[in-house]
């Protein structure tokens, strides 16, 4: 009987997470440094395996949204090294030591972070989602099954070619990081019922992805999110500070989960401050699609649909409404909201302190563009993606996230009674 890649690969997987859990932070680091070198090294043949990728994307019909975060060149490879390094940098949570106490009856406890073991990643056409899951995966001294989908299968091929031989010279074992190279969606499925290799499975790209993941997964689920985002310009907002913030927050990378889909407006400075915004984002050539209120304002615009108010658009599409205050504005983010990231913008300390403490999302913004929702941008050296949940992790998921615990426990002949 033929042995499954999922299989083989699972086992290979295991197999190595039992050593990457003992394995030093010189080693890990190591690792990274080296992978970093591989990557630049082999930067040509990487991006030609990608403008393959990219031209059987475009005959096959992709959106600009997808192609945006399929491709890949000079400055994302770049950026991809960039992201190691500061992994590289960042200290090492195995070990860490985030409780302690000593019992009464002598017994010593102590609370000690572990790494979770196999990690599976399902991802869409995202290369850089490889090369950020394999650097915080091996910090955090977790072995990783890659499955990228077929549309970025060259492109993720070179990309773990590289990272392997990497990871092999610096002295760890060969299924450290592994990616599945069948791409039909009956491995995918073998994936998520694979119990026996895998202990926690990640899925990052569309919501259709994300919630096949969570229907159909058998291994436990660590949900990230779409991005349903939204910015509201509150009644004493800086206007021209939040148009920047808007333009920013839509135009600068629509594709990517944390750009804003819904611009909500007080009434009280609507009239003022959607001619400044739709002037600037005219620039850009967003589509506009208003309630009524704003079409009033702004002749021309498209109506919004209830859809619309519920759509990640990864596009150069903004929907927007004029709210009587605040508090319809976090009614309408809870209500239509993915639990991302949300931003308001004004002067009121208290409307700001509402906004924060009442609005349900990962990250909580006042006065800054939701596009800092990043692991690189908190710090984090870089994501392996950004939960919408609340159990585990929530928010841009780094080395912390990809993390357990174990107690430990001493003692010298202490019996229960």
Known sequence: MTTSEVTQKGLAARAAAQQLALASTQTKNDALARIAAALDKNAKTIIQANSLDLEAGDKKGLSKALLDRLALDGERIAGMIAGLNAVKGLPDPIGEVSGERQRPNGLKIRKVRVPLGVIGIIYEARPNVTVDSAALCLKAGNAVILRGGSDAIKSNLELVRAIAGAVEAAGLPAGSVQLIEDTRRETAEELMGAREYIDVLIPRGGNSLIQSV?????????????????????????????????????????????????????????????????????????????????????????????????????ALILAVKVVAGVDEAIAHINKYGTKHSETIITKDKKAAAKFQAEVDAAAVYVNASTRFTDGFEFGLGAEIGISTQKLHARGPMGLAELTSYKYLVDGNGQIRI
């Not at 660590?222 to 939040?242: F, P, Q, R, S």
């Not at 600068?252 to 002037?279: G, H, M």
């Not at 009524?292 to 859809?307: H, M, N, P, V």
């Open 214 to 314: 969570v229907r159909n997964a058998k291994v436990p689920v660590i949900e990230t999110g779409e991005g349903n985002c939204h910015a509201y310009v509150e009644k004493t907002a800086d206007l021209k500070k939040a148009v920047e913030i808007v333009y920013n927050a839509k135009v600068s990378r629509p594709s990517v989960c944390n750009a804003i889909e819904t611009l909500l407006v007080d009434n009280a400075i609507a009239a003022e401050f959607l001619p400044l915004v739709k002037q600037r984002l005219d620039e850009a050539k967003v589509e506009l699609r208003g309630d009524a209120r704003s079409q009033q304002i702004l002749a021309g615009i498209k109506t919004a649909s209830e859809d619309d108010w519920r759509t990640e658009f990864l």
